[in-house]
């Protein structure tokens, strides 16, 4: 049976591994035609120096339904953007969903740090790589997804508009990344709600990316004994788990209910039903105000 998202083209902008890995296979899932770009391929790979590639992300995606096409692109780089989207166009002809996941600045913060004592020049590269990066690539990829009505677009931050407010996020540059993506769909939101698209900000919880698998010495077949040494991890989900926000809001005929705002994988699972891989449904930003940053011995009963 053909999947809800046949005859869909998404592009998925910085999906070499983690959220964006997973929001591309469940897209692919769905049924889409999903392009996945980042920097690290079979033949080259980022400063990160790490062995995921936009390749293996393709073919992810093509296992589990859709069709995965992968490209090469730093987002810095508005040519490199241009000529992507103008791929799509001519490949695809349209384009549905826009997924703006790029980030790659996991290596350029340090936590706690004040902005004097803090690298400022890995400080700014972190603004670029999280911010410039996505209004380059909207500015690039929104006039093709508004060739026709009901396109999504999706800017995947860290942290709720609601706890980011209130809460200092790691050092300035980290929280002012973080917000500013947040601003960019509410923004977003006004420019494209009246042109027949939805902008959204989503957030995952604390997720089981590679990396963070890799900083606990785990796999994800044996992820709870990291809980000996950070309980509160307890509470932690896929990266599928937002990819199956995504592809719920894809799917919602009613999605521009959601335009402009701050949504969690948490709190959509809430409303549409679905489950992280292991069919439970972690709501990692409730658990955080009410027992991670209460205090509380870490306790997941009832957070998942």
Same mark, same amino acid.
């Given at each position: @049976?053909? &999947?809800? /998202?046949? &005859? %869909?083209?998404a592009l998925v902008a910085g999906a070499t591994r983690g959220a964006g890995r997973g929001i591309a296979v469940e897209l692919g899932a769905a049924g889409a035609t999903v392009y996945v770009t980042g920097r690290s391929t079979r033949a080259r790979r980022s400063e990160y120096d790490r062995p995921e590639t936009v390749e293996d992300t393709a073919d992810l995606v093509t296992e589990a339904g859709g069709r995965g096409i992968p490209v090469a692109a730093d987002h810095l780089d508005p040519v490199q953007v241009r000529a992507l989207v103008d791929r799509i166009a001519r490949e695809s002809g349209r384009l549905d969903v826009l997924v703006n996941d790029i980030w790659g600045a996991e290596h350029l913060f340090a936590w706690d740090t004040p902005v004097w004592e803090h690298d400022l020049d890995k400080g700014l590269r972190l603004l670029r790589l999280a911010v410039e990066t996505h209004a380059i690539t909207s500015h690039h990829a929104l006039p093709l997804l508004l060739r026709r009505p009901g396109g999504l677009v999706v800017?995947?931050? *860290? &942290?709720?508009? *609601? !706890?980011?407010? *209130?809460? !200092?996020?790691?050092?300035?540059? !980290?929280? /002012?990344? %973080?917000?500013?993506?947040?601003? @960019?769909?509410?923004?977003?939101g006004h420019e494209l709600g009246p042109r027949g698209a939805t902008a959204v900000a989503l957030t995952p919880g604390w997720m089981r990316s590679e990396i963070m698998l890799d900083t606990f010495g785990v796999r994800e077949d044996n992820w709870r004994d990291a809980l000996a040494r950070e309980p509160h991890f307890a509470i932690s989900e896929t990266p599928r788990y937002i990819g199956r926000a995504v592809a719920a809001l894809a799917t919602d005929p009613d999605v521009a209910r959601f335009n402009g705002t701050s949504l969690s994988s948490g709190g959509l699972a809430q409303q549409? &039903?679905?489950?992280?891989? *292991?069919?439970?449904?972690?709501?990692?930003?409730?658990? /955080?105000v009410e027992i991670q940053d209460a205090g509380k011995p870490a306790d997941a009963a009832g957070y998942r």
């Open positions: @049976m053909p &999947g809800p /998202l046949e &005859g %869909k083209v800017e995947v931050t *860290d &942290g709720t508009a *609601d !706890y980011n407010r *209130d809460t !200092y996020r790691v050092n300035l540059f !980290y929280d /002012l990344a %973080k917000a500013s993506v947040l601003r @960019m769909a509410f923004a977003l549409y &039903g679905f489950t992280d891989l *292991d069919g439970s449904r972690p709501d990692a930003w409730r658990y /955080l």
